[in-house]
C-alpha cells in the first residue's frame, strides 16, 4: 500500500476540561458553534460530561470529569484544561494499523470495537508529542456523526462564521522538534513542507524554530514548534512550563470573511492579540495590493503576510483558558499557502507583551 489515503481528515478535536457546560458554552456563545451532542451519566456514561460542538467542518469535543479519581481530573490538573486527542477519520483501520506497523516507528493500540445503536465504531489510539493521541477512527460500520455515548441536542447555537480546520500546531521541548518531525514523516507517512530556523523568527528576546507536516495534500498539517535560544524565555517554554509537557499550542480555524469573523468575535467578548499601530503603516509595501480596507484591518488588529501563492489573513486570540497554553488562530487564505512567516516577529512582539504582564519575560 502507498499510503496515500490511509488518513481521511481530522475528525475531530477532544479537550479535557474543568468544566465541560463552559468550556461548550463559551464555543457556542463566542465562536459561533453548534452544540450538536451530548454524553454523561443521562446516557449511560458514568465517569464523566461530554459536549460535541460543530461549526462548518469543525468538531470540537470538550470532556470534563465527575470524580477525583478520573484520568480526566488527573490530565486537568497537571496540564490545565488542553487538548488530548486529535482524532483522525480513516477509511479502513486494519490497513491503517499496518501501514503504520510497517513502517516501526510509531506503535497503534489494538483495535477497540465500541458497539452502540449505530453500528461498531472501530479505534486505535496512537501517541503522538506530551500526553497527546491521535486516535484513529473507522465509521465504516456505524450510521452516525455521532460518537458512540451521544445523543443528539438541539441547541440555537450561534451563527456559522469558520469552516474548515486549517493547521493544529503542537509545542515540544528543544532538540525534539526534529524528532517528531521524523515520527509524522517516517512514522506516519506525512511529508515536511517548509522550515523555518530561528533566524526567522525571533524577536529581540525570544525566539522559536517550526517545522511543518502535512499529509493527503494538506487535508492535515501540523506544524511543530521548539523553543530556541533567546536573550529571555522563549514563548515556546512559557507554554511547555504551564502545560508541564509538551502539547497542542494553537487551533487556527479558516474563515472566506475574516473581517465579518473577527468582529463578530470581538462583539461576543473574544479577546484577541494586539497588533501596533505602526505595524499597518507602508503595509502596502511589504505585501503589495490587497482586497481588504486597511484601516478595517487596523481596527480589528487584522494581520496580513503574503508568500509566492497569494496573500492570507489571520488573527490570534488570547488563550482561551486560565493557563497561558492554548489559543486559537482565525485565518483567511487569499492563495497564499504558508503560514504567515511574515507576521512571526509582529505577532511574537505582540505575544511577549502578554508575557511580560505575567512576569514570565
Ligand atoms: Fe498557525
Same mark, same amino acid.
Given at each position: 500500500?502507498?499510503?496515500?489515503?490511509?488518513?481521511?481528515?481530522?475528525?475531530?478535536?477532544?479537550?479535557?476540561?474543568?468544566?465541560?457546560?463552559?468550556?461548550a458554552?463559551?464555543h =457556542?456563545?463566542?465562536?459561533?458553534?453548534?452544540?450538536i451532542g451530548? %454524553?454523561?451519566?443521562?446516557?449511560?456514561?458514568?465517569?464523566?460530561i461530554?459536549?460535541?460542538?460543530?461549526?462548518?467542518? *469543525?468538531?470540537? &469535543?470538550?470532556?470534563?470529569?465527575?470524580?477525583?479519581?478520573?484520568?480526566?481530573s488527573?490530565h486537568?490538573?497537571?496540564?490545565?484544561?488542553g487538548?488530548?486527542?486529535?482524532?483522525?477519520k480513516?477509511?479502513?483501520?486494519?490497513?491503517?494499523?499496518?501501514?503504520?506497523?510497517?513502517?516501526?516507528?510509531a506503535?497503534?493500540s489494538?483495535?477497540?470495537?465500541?458497539?452502540?445503536?449505530?453500528?461498531?465504531?472501530?479505534?486505535?489510539?496512537?501517541?503522538?508529542y506530551g500526553?497527546?493521541?491521535?486516535t484513529?477512527?473507522?465509521? @465504516?460500520?456505524?450510521?452516525?456523526? +455521532?460518537?458512540?455515548?451521544?445523543?443528539?441536542?438541539?441547541?440555537?447555537?450561534g451563527?456559522?462564521?469558520?469552516q474548515?480546520?486549517?493547521?493544529? *500546531?503542537g509545542n515540544?521541548?528543544e532538540?525534539?522538534?526534529?524528532?517528531w518531525?521524523?515520527y509524522y514523516?517516517?512514522?506516519?507517512?506525512?511529508?515536511?513542507?517548509? @522550515?523555518?530556523?530561528?533566524?526567522?523568527?525571533?524577536?529581540?528576546?525570544?525566539a +522559536?524554530?517550526?517545522k511543518? *507536516?502535512?499529509?493527503?495534500?494538506?487535508?492535515?498539517?501540523?506544524?511543530i514548534n521548539?523553543p530556541?535560544l533567546?536573550?529571555?524565555k522563549s514563548?515556546?517554554?512559557?507554554?511547555?512550563?504551564?502545560?508541564?509537557?509538551?502539547?497542542?499550542?494553537?487551533?487556527?480555524l %479558516?474563515?472566506?470573511?475574516?473581517v465579518?469573523?473577527?468582529?463578530?468575535?470581538?462583539?461576543?467578548?473574544?479577546?484577541f492579540l494586539e497588533?501596533?499601530? %505602526?505595524?499597518?503603516?507602508?503595509i502596502?509595501?511589504? *505585501?503589495?495590493?490587497i482586497?481588504?480596507? &486597511?484601516?478595517?484591518?487596523r481596527?480589528?488588529?487584522?494581520?496580513v503576510?503574503?508568500?509566492?501563492?497569494g496573500?492570507?489573513?489571520q488573527?490570534?486570540?488570547?488563550?482561551?483558558?486560565?493557563?497561558?497554553?492554548?489559543?486559537y488562530?482565525?485565518? =483567511?487564505?487569499k492563495?497564499?499557502t504558508?503560514?504567515?512567516?511574515?507576521?512571526?516577529?509582529?505577532l511574537?512582539?505582540?505575544?511577549?507583551?502578554?508575557?511580560?504582564?505575567?512576569g514570565?519575560?
Amino acid at each position: 500500500m502507498t499510503g496515500s489515503n490511509v488518513f481521511e481528515k481530522i475528525d475531530h478535536i477532544e479537550f479535557y476540561v474543568g468544566s465541560a457546560k463552559h468550556w461548550a458554552y463559551f464555543h =457556542q456563545k463566542a465562536l459561533g458553534f453548534n452544540i450538536i451532542g451530548y %454524553s454523561g451519566p443521562e446516557t449511560g456514561v458514568r465517569d464523566r460530561i461530554s459536549y460535541l460542538l460543530k461549526q462548518g467542518d *469543525v468538531r470540537l &469535543i470538550f470532556t470534563g470529569f465527575l470524580s477525583r479519581t478520573s484520568e480526566i481530573s488527573r490530565h486537568v490538573e497537571m496540564h490545565g484544561d488542553g487538548v488530548k486527542d486529535i482524532t483522525l477519520k480513516v477509511p479502513d483501520i486494519n490497513e491503517t494499523i499496518s501501514f503504520i506497523r510497517e513502517r516501526g516507528v510509531a506503535s497503534p493500540s489494538s483495535i477497540r470495537t465500541e458497539k452502540g445503536d449505530y453500528g461498531s465504531l472501530k479505534k486505535s489510539v496512537v501517541p503522538t508529542y506530551g500526553e497527546t493521541a491521535h486516535t484513529l477512527v473507522d465509521y @465504516s460500520e456505524w450510521e452516525s456523526d +455521532l460518537p458512540p455515548g451521544f445523543i443528539s441536542v438541539e441547541s440555537e447555537g450561534g451563527k456559522e462564521s469558520v469552516q474548515k480546520i486549517d493547521h493544529v *500546531v503542537g509545542n515540544v521541548e528543544e532538540n525534539r522538534m526534529d524528532p517528531w518531525v521524523d515520527y509524522y514523516v517516517r512514522g506516519l507517512g506525512f511529508r515536511q513542507l517548509i @522550515s523555518f530556523d530561528d533566524k526567522d523568527i525571533s524577536t529581540q528576546y525570544s525566539a +522559536l524554530k517550526s517545522k511543518v *507536516v502535512e499529509y493527503g495534500n494538506r487535508k492535515i498539517i501540523f506544524p511543530i514548534n521548539e523553543p530556541a535560544l533567546g536573550l529571555k524565555k522563549s514563548q515556546i517554554q512559557e507554554y511547555l512550563d504551564y502545560y508541564e509537557s509538551p502539547g497542542v499550542q494553537h487551533i487556527a480555524l %479558516s474563515t472566506d470573511d475574516i473581517v465579518n469573523t473577527v468582529r463578530k468575535m470581538k462583539e461576543n467578548g473574544v479577546r484577541f492579540l494586539e497588533t501596533p499601530a %505602526s505595524y499597518y503603516e507602508n503595509i502596502e509595501d511589504r *505585501v503589495g495590493k490587497i482586497d481588504e480596507d &486597511i484601516d478595517v484591518l487596523r481596527e480589528l488588529n487584522i494581520l496580513v503576510d503574503r508568500d509566492d501563492d497569494g496573500y492570507l489573513l489571520q488573527i490570534f486570540t488570547q488563550p482561551i483558558g486560565d493557563r497561558p497554553t492554548f489559543f486559537y488562530e482565525i485565518i =483567511q487564505r487569499k492563495g497564499a499557502t504558508s503560514f504567515g512567516k511574515g507576521n512571526f516577529k509582529a505577532l511574537f512582539e505582540s505575544i511577549e507583551r502578554e508575557q511580560a504582564k505575567r512576569g514570565n519575560l
